[in-house]
């Protein structure tokens, strides 16, 4: 089997692609994929707790903390004590960090508008669909390691 015919050498050139298209989208408001999609997963109004915003990315929390860090020290995020529960924090957004999340908002909205229009709404389903199942098999194959 060649290369170009397995799903995960096909998902992870799709990546690259996307990640790469994202860079030159948002990188003329001086931030990064990585930072951009954390901003995009806090939450505007209330903010987001920082032990769940790792799972809510799919990262592990020694390479979001450091993005964190370099988020809070560019003036995007600042840390306030968690309400309810005084051992955790939760992140905000400064206005400049939303002005930041309002590009990348901008650039996702505008990716997926042009690939929609170039699948149309059947085969946009399709692939939903075959991703939730290439998830679900992951998932499956996960639980016997």
């Not at 290369?3 to 990064?32: A, C, H, Q």
């Not at 400049?96 to 229009?117: D, M, P, T, W, Y």
């Amino acid at each position: 089997m060649r290369p170009e015919e397995t799903f995960d050498f096909r998902i992870r050139r799709s990546w690259i692609s996307m990640s790469k298209m994202y860079n030159d989208l948002v990188s003329s408001s001086g931030i990064t994929v990585s930072v951009g999609f954390a901003l995009l997963n806090i939450d505007v109004k209330k903010g987001t707790p920082s032990t769940a915003l790792g799972p809510k990315m799919g990262m592990e929390s020694t390479s979001l903390s450091r993005i964190l860090k370099n988020m809070e020290r560019d003036g995007l995020i600042f840390k306030e004590a968690h309400p309810q529960d005084k051992r955790s924090v939760l992140l905000k957004l400064t206005p400049l960090g939303i002005e930041k999340r309002n590009a990348s908002k901008h650039a996702v909205i505008q990716f997926n508008k042009a690939v929609r229009e170039k699948l149309g709404d059947s085969h946009s389903e399709e692939f939903f669909n075959a991703m939730d199942l290439i998830e679900k098999t992951i998932d499956s194959l996960r639980t016997f390691t």
